[in-house]
């Protein structure tokens, strides 16, 4: 792959990176990193399907655990929970491509008319501002979620449920961290400078990002959580 | 190769186009864990298959449509759909490898 810059310049507004591909580095980089990443969750999810209904002692996900001394485990998977996180995680994504957008705007006329949404569209600090929302209300899912399962019985040594689940899912979570990390990095690079055309691509970069963990999250939710 | 990334020419959808893909990702996501609560459809064969397909759907939604492959460059294409295709491959030759399918 050619990748050597071979010139760059700065107009006032934005690098330009001169390539023998015709394509920008940083977003070659990126698809070449979330294709990497690809193959991390799959090695996760092969593990967690291959552990699937192997695990001597409860608590299970789907069904319920009696131990020796009669003490019953109900299924530990709370569906109602996640499937509102999933929902979180969804909309962040919308929230997301409408910040992209909003920056790709930025600097356009508006029109005299124009209603609350066609205003709303152009403010990148609300759905830069709202992703983040949506994603630490997500981890925040997380976290209720991994507490009442340490609190029910289910720890990360508990069986190979409790391994695989954690495991997955905490890597996911630990890339949902990073996500929103990076989302309230450029609300204050635009709160401060403000973002415009000339840092789409900044923009997009962390917005393929994003849209990736949502991706690997809507194949655990099926994998994990619905499928029995 | 002249087509950039920053190209003007880089047409992305509206946002009505995005809240459209919200709604059908919402509406799939719905009769997932609708489908979840129906003991006759969970007992099913079709079940699991079902559930496959509509993640499948949303994922290919996703990717499409937030991420912009369906407008992007095909080399982006292929730094994505070269490693899932060798990730899925993976999975299924483990479950293979594992009986956990069989033929």
Redesign the interface.
Known sequence: MASHAIAGHDDGHAHTHHTTTGLDNRKIAIWAFIGSECMLFASLISTYLIYKGKSLVGPYPHTEYTDASGKVFPAILDIPVTSASTFVLLMSSLAMVLALQAVQLKGTPLPANAGWWTRAQRSSQLWLGMTALLGASFLGFQAYEFTAFVREGLTIKTNLFGSTFFTLTGFHGAHVTVGVLWLMSLLWIDRTRGLGPQDELVVDIAALYWHFVDVVWIVIFTLIYLIQ | ??????SPAHA?PT?AT??K??VI??VI?IV??W???IPAL?ASPLF?PS??I??AA??AI??L???HLKYD?K??KA??T???I???A??IA??FL?A?ISL
């Open positions: 190769m002249s087509h950039d990334a920053k992305h946002g995005y809240l893909v919200a990702l919402t996501t997932e864990v489908a979840y609560y969970v699991n559930l496959i509509m993640s949303k994922f996703v990717v449509f937030y991420m460059h080399l982006f730094l994505f070269g490693p899932l060798i990730a899925g993976t999975i483990l479950l594992f956990k």
